[in-house]
């Protein structure tokens, strides 16, 4: 180089992050710490069994490496959302791993506006990317990352899952056929549900087929379908040599009732049909109608964009084979429309409402009319009793605002208006203006999401209120008390239980005295009750534990070391026990409400009787005569005054000598209150 050459250094720059990508991130980071905030006003635990068995199932995977309830054995529910939350709660006491694990499930969850925000920009939009993640951010099926459940990680890796569904169909490959196979199995590990992916890739993959007018795509399904099958039967050799158990409960766990109980029936069909209106209810109506029209550009072939083909063919495959499945699932074993479990169609929703709007609304109303008019029809035939009660809140946070109207007819006239005032909006909105539609969606989604903030909040604090009342639940731990079994008598309610045990990890097994069941814990052992009071296990042996928590509807033979009075709850108290071996049943009694008020006929039964007294201290509210009676026979009146406090003695009868269980029975026409029940040997 001479020294009248100039030597210029171009420095190579690395790529830019577009403004719209920064856009997205910081929705993420808002709606994080948007919902995290939220959930301080939520009571967590509050879908029980739900979020008892997940919140145990992750401590022990982090802490045993099993998919255990500490000591409780469980069937498969779960394993990657035990796996995100069981860290936090199995390292740090409750209330704490609690709080690191709703941050946890909040950033989880709103990690679902990557991939609508990716899938998006293959459809050609640009902003409108943006708007569709914004969109399902502000759904109020986000509250779920306030609990510990699967909605969270199932509504991020759905989403995935599905776009990988769609990239196999817009550039067919073995390649990407494995990519959405590996993501689908990454779905059902977070919920078997997800299995529904597999029967939606070879639908999608037909539809795909027909609107592109090309049967050749199918041939790598065909190579890919060949190759699956030879997998499996390899698994199912490997499994049968190695003496594996195959099983539908070995596939399914938890999940195995719903194949079994599931079946296509005509009465059925109604279940399946609103939550095919609930569909429209999660896009407030305006999402289908775009998406219908998007549908028959791309079948029709008026539109023959691979990666709208692509969209509308995976949409239109898993939005029908998934309220087909919700909807069986839900007219066994839900009894309302479950719009948790179709939660995955948000961004599906999301994004056929901006490719629509992003592809100059088109208005074609020969498909509008007929879908408008099908979803006014649905809004006024669908019962309200199916989507908007407080019952019905933990499954349907969308429409929840309507239970705040007053009445039925209230509730259905705002549905029939919203369904109206959706289809016109999409038929009468200039083109120009078409993204005030996606405006106004997301402002209703944000102030739903508001209103049924609010009501979860009411409604989780309630039911911790009656469940275990407002002093800390976990009174066993705070007593220091470890290896305890709690007896399950079907005096308390079964959510009363499951948050007892979830709260103490004092209570490391438990047991049902037949013949009562009880959803949680999913696995336990039944004992019998025996006359002498002795509980026996079903091969006969007697029941041996150094510490029992029982109700305070019964008394042990031992000695009462701690207790939780039942305070404001509706569920009668507990008391810890160190019971004499074998664990044996004093006094039992039925009737009392938690607080020993009773009207009409309670009974206490003493067994092992022998002579001696019943006494029982009442308390006098209006006064009339109570008749005791003892095995059948009437014995006495017992006087308590209106305002005063008595305790009556009743004798044993006098054939009792310790062999069998003597019953006394207080037959009371009026209200009293009672204090003290014990039984007085002579």
């Known amino acids: 180089m001479t020294g009248s050459e100039t030597a210029t250094v171009l420095t190579r720059r690395g790529p830019r992050v577009s403004r719209t990508t920064l856009a997205v991130v910081a929705l993420i980071v808002a709606s994080t710490a948007i919902r995290f905030a939220a959930a301080q006003a939520f009571t967590t635990p509050w879908i029980a069994p739900d979020e008892m068995v997940y919140g145990m199932a992750g401590e022990g995977l982090w802490t045993h490496g099993a998919l255990t309830l500490r ?4 069937p498969y529910y779960s394993l990657l959302t035990p796996a ?6 199995s390292a740090l006491d409750l209330a704490d791993g609690i709080q690191w694990a709703r941050l946890l499930q909040a950033l989880a969850m709103s990690l679902v506006a990557l991939p609508t925000y990716l899938w998006a920009r293959r459809l050609g939009l640009r902003w409108l990317a943006v708007a569709a993640a914004a969109l399902v951010l502000a759904a109020p099926a986000l509250h779920y990352s306030a609990f510990l459940m699967t909605e969270p990680l199932t509504l991020t890796v759905v989403t995935v899952a599905l776009l990988a569904l769609a990239r196999a169909l817009e550039e067919p490959s073995m390649w990407r056929y494995g990519v959405f196979v590996a993501w689908a199995t990454a779905a059902a590990a977070v919920r078997l549900q997800a299995l529904v992916l597999l029967p939606a890739f070879l639908v999608a993959a037909l539809v795909d087929s027909v609107a592109a007018r090309d049967r050749s795509r199918l041939r790598p399904l065909l190579w890919f379908g060949a190759l699956a099958l030879v997998a499996a039967g390899l698994v199912v050799s490997v499994m049968l040599a190695t003496g594996e158990e195959l099983s539908v409960r070995r596939l399914l766990g938890a999940y195995t009732p719903v194949g079994e109980a599931t079946g296509v029936g005509a009465d059925r069909f109604g279940e399946v049909a609103w939550h095919a209106f609930d569909v429209a209810v999660l896009g407030l109506g305006v999402a289908v109608l775009a998406a219908s029209v998007l549908m028959w550009l791309v079948l029709s072939g008026r539109d023959r964009d691979p990666a709208l083909r692509a969209f509308v063919s995976t949409t239109l495959a898993y939005a ?5 499945q919700v909807g069986l699932f839900a007219a066994v074993f839900v009894g309302a429309v479950a719009e948790r479990y179709l939660i995955t169609l948000l961004p599906l929703l999301a994004l056929a409402l901006c490719a629509w709007i992003g592809r100059g609304a088109p208005r074609v109303l020969a498909v509008l009319v007929p879908v408008w008019l099908l979803l006014v029809v649905g809004a006024v035939l669908v019962p309200i009793a199916q989507l908007a009660t407080p019952v019905t809140l933990p499954n349907t946070p969308t429409p929840s605002v309507l239970t705040g109207l007053g009445s039925e007819g ?16 999409v038929v009468a909105v200039p083109r120009r203006l078409a993204w005030t539609i996606a405006v106004a969606a997301g402002v209703a989604l944000a102030l739903l999401s508001v209103d049924s903030g609010r009501r979860i909040a009411d409604a989780s604090a309630h039911e911790q209120r009656v469940a275990v009342g407002s002093d800390p639940p976990g009174w066993l731990d705070a007593a220091h008390l470890d290896g305890a079994t709690l007896l399950i008598t079907g005096d308390r309610l079964w959510t009363a239980n499951a948050r007892t045990i979830f709260w103490n990890r004092g209570i490391e097994r438990a047991v049902v005295l037949a013949p009562v069941t009880t959803p949680f814990p999913p696995v336990v052992d039944a004992v019998t009750l025996e006359q002498d009071g002795v509980l026996r296990t079903a091969s006969g042996a007697t029941l041996d534990r150094p510490l029992v928590v029982a109700p305070s509807t019964v008394t042990l033979v031992g000695e009462k070391v701690a207790e939780r009075q039942a305070g404001d709850s509706e569920a009668y108290g507990l008391a810890a026990w160190r019971p004499q071996q ?13 607080n020993g008020d009773f009207s009409g006929t309670a009974r206490v039964t003493v067994y092992a009787c022998r002579p001696g007294t019943l006494d029982v201290t009442i308390l006098g509210k209006t006064g009339q005569p109570i008749r005791a009676v003892v095995d059948g026979i009437p014995v006495a009146e017992l006087e308590t005054p209106a305002g005063a406090a008595v305790t009556h003695r009743i004798p044993a009868p006098p054939g009792a000598d310790g062999s069998r269980a003597c019953v006394f029975a207080l037959e009371n026409p009026g209200y009293a209150g009672s204090t003290t029940i014990a039984f007085t040997p002579r």
Not at 582 to 594: A, H, N
């Open 410 to 425: 209230a509730a259905r006239a705002a549905l029939v208006a919203t369904a109206l005032v959706a289809g016109a909006l």
């Open 84 to 89: 995100l939350i069981g860290g936090p709660l």
């Open 582 to 594: 074998p664990v044996r049943i004093e006094v039992r009694t039925e009737g009392f409400l938690p």
């Open 320 to 324: 029908v084979l998934l309220v087909v």
């Open 71 to 74: 000591s409780l054995p469980a």
